[in-house]
């Protein structure tokens, strides 16, 4: 940061988590606090609350936000939280000279490049294209989607959209009978609706109603997972689903955005999971593409370990 120079906000907005932070340049954040969402009304009070606490005095002058729905005209209703944003009223409201709205992913997806070794954990072999287009999956609260593109010699371009609301791609005739029960649900099974923390108790309870027991309310993520770990075969079956439908939507991804420099994953569930996230299962069926088999073969995956990635990916984003 120049002499003088007033520091950048960087406020990562989810829909259970709000982070918040100051930064100084492309890499560089600090003063960072995370809060919960819903002790908020709004996102001004969080600002506010932030801005007379944790900065020490200093005043921001312009703020950059990654928020977890679609942006459209500098404003955004969160998809997982009751917030309304808009940049052009929060630069108003704090004196900003500017205040952009960017979709949280956006911000995951500029922070791969930054990423060293130690922030990250590869699922396989790890030869990544240098220059090669990168993407982001995120399950967790929800499932964040964006792409990773170069631009010129040394920069490069996020892509942003909705890809957690695609219709949940299945590949065997098992996956395809929880996928009924799960239509009598909702009228649409996007990927979200399972690759995210509301997943696993949903593919649990179908897998239950597939293998003959009658509906029932659906056990809580911590109660599958202990089962799993307690080798309970049916909430096994439902974490191995679960990991076998992520690996074919990051598969899928790969080969849309031709990402030879990688596929990560940036939300909380692989992590969740732990020991039961099984690596070699991801790999061989996010490879399983038939004819494009080979071509995905080359395509390397990773879990994201950096705590901040769209801290990260924002002090990149507010400096550019």
Known sequence: ?????????????????????????????????IVHTGDF???????????????????????????????????????????????????????FRSARLVNDFVA??????????????????????????????????????????????????PVAGEGGHVTLPVMTDAESAVLAVLR?????????????????????????????????????SEVVLAAARDGEARAL????MFVDLLATVAGDLALTFGATGGVYLAGGMPHYLGDLFDHGRFRARFEAKGRSSRYVRRIPTAIVTHPQPGLLGLSALVAE
């Open 1 to 33: 940061m120049m002499a003088g120079s007033a520091p950048s906000l960087l406020a990562d907005v989810g829909g259970t988590h709000t982070r918040l932070a100051l930064s100084d340049g492309v890499g560089c954040y600090r003063a960072v606090e």
């Open 41 to 95: 009304d709004s996102a001004e009070q969080a600002i506010a609350d932030y801005l007379s606490q944790a900065t020490g005095g200093e005043r921001p002058g312009r703020a950059m936000l990654a928020v977890a729905g679609p942006v459209v005209g500098n404003r955004v209703r969160l998809t997982n939280a009751d917030w309304d944003i808009d940049g052009n009223e929060l630069a108003r409201a704090f004196g």
């Open 108 to 157: 995951v997806a500029r922070s791969l490049p930054l990423l060293g070794d130690d922030a990250r954990a590869p699922l396989g072999d790890w030869a990544p294209e240098p220059r090669g287009a990168m993407v982001a999956l995120g399950p967790g609260t929800g499932l964040g989607v964006a792409g990773l593109v170069p631009v010129g010699d040394d920069g490069w371009l």
């Open 184 to 220: 009598r649900r909702v009228d649409h099974v996007s990927a979200e609706r399972v690759l995210s923390g509301i997943g696993l108790p949903a593919l649990d309870a179908a897998i239950a109603v597939v293998e003959g027991e009658p509906p029932r309310p659906d056990r809580e």
């Open 237 to 240: 079956r439902a974490v191995g």
